[in-house]
């Protein structure tokens, strides 16, 4: 009821090109649909959020579309930079919970110049 | 300012050592947690302080002793580490508990040896 499933492991994108990555969870009461992003060594930095009350955000070069039915959001981000390689995870939230997040597996995208 | 810091960066110790990884938040949130992470992993939940109170322990090994001695401040006290317990450890915190919006902390990488 908890997890949350994310893929592909591994994405490798042309520079200029446009990066999917999916997840999809199976509790029905999460609210809050972060994702992260991971450089190195580095803690994981929040990039763009959505709650199910919408379908889309849309922040720079990065889109969350969201399918409340389907119980899958992913993240889209136009004209990938090989600055944007890192690590990304989704993540689903419990508004009431103290658990905070539960986390997809990471997918790790190499923009190639 | 939406940031969290930790030290120290990189902290290695031996098995029979005693060592504190602390993290430190101006933001006025009221709950702070410890995350730990292996490589190629997402964060797992360690500890949820709340109001400087123990809200969540994650069945973690007493060998991680977390401390929280103001609503900016949590520690965590390391003693009689394994190897397996070498990875990045992550503070993070949030306005509450029950909010699931969580900012991160660059994370201390651990080796213990």
């Known amino acids: 009821q908890q997890q949350v499933k994310q893929s592909p492991q591994s994405l490798i994108v042309q520079k200029g090109g446009i990066s999917i990555i999916n997840c999809a969870y199976e509790n029905t009461a999460f609210d809050y649909f972060p994702w992260y992003q991971q450089f190195p060594g580095k803690g994981p930095a929040l990039l763009i959020a959505i709650r199910p009350d919408v379908s889309e955000k849309k922040e720079g070069r990065f889109t969350i579309s969201f399918n409340k039915s389907a119980k899958q959001f992913s993240l889209h981000i136009m004209d990938s930079q090989p600055g944007d390689s890192a690590t990304y995870f989704c993540?689903?939230?419990?508004?009431?919970?103290?658990?905070?997040?539960?986390f997809g597996s990471g997918t790790q995208l190499t923009v190639l110049p | 300012d939406t940031e969290v810091t930790q030290t120290p960066k990189h902290l290695v110790m031996g098995m029979t050592n005693k060592k504190s990884l602390k993290c430190e938040q101006h933001m006025g949130h009221r709950a702070m947690y410890w995350y730990k992470q292996k490589a190629k992993k997402p964060p797992e939940l360690m500890f949820v302080y709340s109001y400087e109170k123990l809200s969540i322990n994650e069945s973690v090994p007493s060998r991680f002793s977390p401390e929280c001695p103001n609503s900016s401040l949590l520690n965590l006290h390391l003693h009689a580490l394994q190897p397996e317990d070498s990875a990045l450890y992550l503070c993070?915190?949030?306005?509450?508990?029950?909010?699931?919006?969580?900012?991160f902390g660059q994370g201390t990488r651990l080796t213990v040896v």
């Open positions: 993070a915190s949030s306005r509450g508990q029950f909010n699931t919006e969580a900012f």
């Open positions: 993540a689903a939230g419990l508004s009431g919970s103290a658990r905070q997040l539960t």
